[in-house]
């Protein structure tokens, strides 16, 4: 529904952008960082995390381009091996300096710094030493790594982000590092039972030490429609939600697993270790809000237990049609929606899902919501005239953005938005290929070229949304 008398954007909503340290920084090597787990297993197809886009480097260029969008926040993360290259211990002051000197430079041009404190890239030594997230020795690494963190930066930095895109940590090989000899699924639901004591343990430490401040996780979420009025279909979609997301948001926000995903672990052997005190803690460690990664809805449908069990096959060359869904045999099985376009990596394009989306968390939680990140990945050059004519991208904005407006009206507490990302950078699963949001860095994946920021279409789109509140959609 629309309304007659739709109200505006709030007055102090965090018109933002997003990036990643390992996606942005580059300088991997340098000034004492270690490498991380993704730094050593990021798709060798396309560039490494050496140089990226020189953000590193070129950091107040980059937050004067910042100033000059208008921004109003930025969400960046924290490289975890910069400020600690051996995973704990003696804080490398360079590491720490640069995102002290990342964040004088936002607040000098009026920009709110959004931080988020893990980003993926998991010190490899720590990884090497103790089998990274498979082991709960890490819970008290990361609330070491947390502590220096709150203690250096918690007096600039009002809003932070534990852990971006737990759910997500468990689909992408070069995010998470498995043993193969052991049950793939067992390990995923150990690894985030570990993963949600220490987002929890981050938030009781970051209320005593930053009692001002504002911490939630940052989620990924890709809702399931049913694919037809099929009560099956139906049941099929609410089990890949639960599955999919509220396995992670039920733990986060009530601290209990829900009853049918516990008792589907229990039944097939994968469920986690929980000790004594395991759940008081994550209980009694309430996030004060959401933030929401959204970037398409999905489809599924009931898939009979004949069925062969399949993954999921990541589109991450850019070829329309590459995708390969997945089947879990007697719970669902993913489709493709006839009604919505796609981008060329087969991601589909729903504005309208995100404003159900949003409701939906609402009615669950009762919590304010940032949308973290959205946005569009496409392959983009320069024209003759160095410019990026990304049409396809501001009606993509816009239309988010519309549906955002109708959710606040809804009676969603919507308090920023995000997009992925404020430059291009490197694309997790496709290099620099696949090119997002802002501002265009001249590179390709083989060549470095000469990295210069140029303002793309959308750029100057946004920059009159932003001056405007909203209210040019
Ligand atoms: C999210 C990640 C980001 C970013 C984005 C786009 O899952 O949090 O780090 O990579 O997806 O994904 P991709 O780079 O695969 O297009």
């Known amino acids: 529904m629309k309304y007659k008398n739709p109200t505006a954007f709030p007055q102090d909503f965090l018109w933002s952008a997003a990036t990643s340290a390992y996606q942005i920084e580059g300088a991997y090597l340098e000034d004492g960082k270690s490498l991380s787990v993704v730094d050593l297993n990021i798709n060798s197809a396309y560039a490494d995390t050496s140089i990226t886009s020189d953000h590193y480097h070129r950091f107040k260029e980059d937050v004067a381009l910042m100033k000059e969008l208008g921004l109003k926040a930025y969400r960046f993360s924290i490289s975890w091996p910069r400020v600690l290259p051996n995973g704990r211990g003696e804080v490398n002051k360079k590491g720490i300096e640069f995102y002290l000197n990342l964040v004088k430079e936002l607040k000098e041009n009026g920009i709110e710094p959004l931080a988020t404190i893990y980003h993926f890239d998991l010190p490899d030594c720590l990884q090497k030493e103790y089998g990274g997230w498979s082991s709960r020795k890490i819970i008290d690494d990361f609330a070491y790594y947390c502590e220096v963190l709150f203690e250096h930066l918690g007096e600039n930095i009002k809003y932070w982000f534990t852990i971006n895109e737990q759910s997500n940590m468990f689909l992408l090989p070069y995010l998470m590092v498995f043993d193969t000899d052991k049950s793939l699924e067992k390990q995923k639901y150990e690894m985030n039972h570990i993963m949600t004591l220490a987002h929890a343990k981050s938030i009781q430490l970051f209320r005593e030490m930053v009692p001002s401040g504002k911490i939630g996780p940052a989620i990924g979420i890709s809702p399931n429609y049913p694919k037809s009025c099929d009560p099956k279909d139906i049941q099929a979609s609410r089990e890949a939600d639960d599955f999919r997301t509220y396995l992670f948001t039920d733990l986060y926000v009530y601290g209990h697993y829900r009853p049918n995903i516990w008792k589907y672990m229990l039944e097939n052997n994968v469920a986690p270790t929980i000790m004594e005190g395991d759940l008081e803690l994550i209980a009694g460690s309430k996030p004060d809000f959401l933030g929401l990664n959204y970037y398409q809805s999905r489809v599924v449908a009931y898939a009979p237990e004949t069925l062969e069990n399949k993954d999921i096959i990541l589109n991450t060359g850019g070829n329309k049609g590459a995708t390969g869904y997945e089947v879990i045999p007697g719970i669902y099985q993913g489709s493709s929606n006839q009604y ?134």
């Open 340 to 473: 919505l376009e796609k981008t060329d990596w087969d991601w589909e394009v729903d504005p309208i899902g995100l404003r159900v989306l949003l409701n939906d968390l609402n009615d669950r939680y009762h919590l304010p919501i940032i949308i973290t990140e959205n946005g569009i990945g496409a392959i983009e050059e320069l024209t003759k005239e160095r410019q990026v004519h990304d049409y396809y991208r501001i009606n993509y904005l816009k239309n988010h953005l519309a549906q955002c407006r109708l959710a606040i009206n809804d009676g969603v507490k919507l308090f920023g938005y995000c997009p992925w990302s404020f430059m291009d950078l490197l694309s997790t699963t496709s290099g620099f290929r696949k090119r997002y949001e802002f501002v265009f860095v001249n590179r390709e994946d083989e060549d470095l070229m000469d990295l210069s920021r140029i303002k793309k279409d959308s750029f100057y789109w946004y920059k009159n949304i932003i001056e405007t509140n909203g209210d040019m959609l």
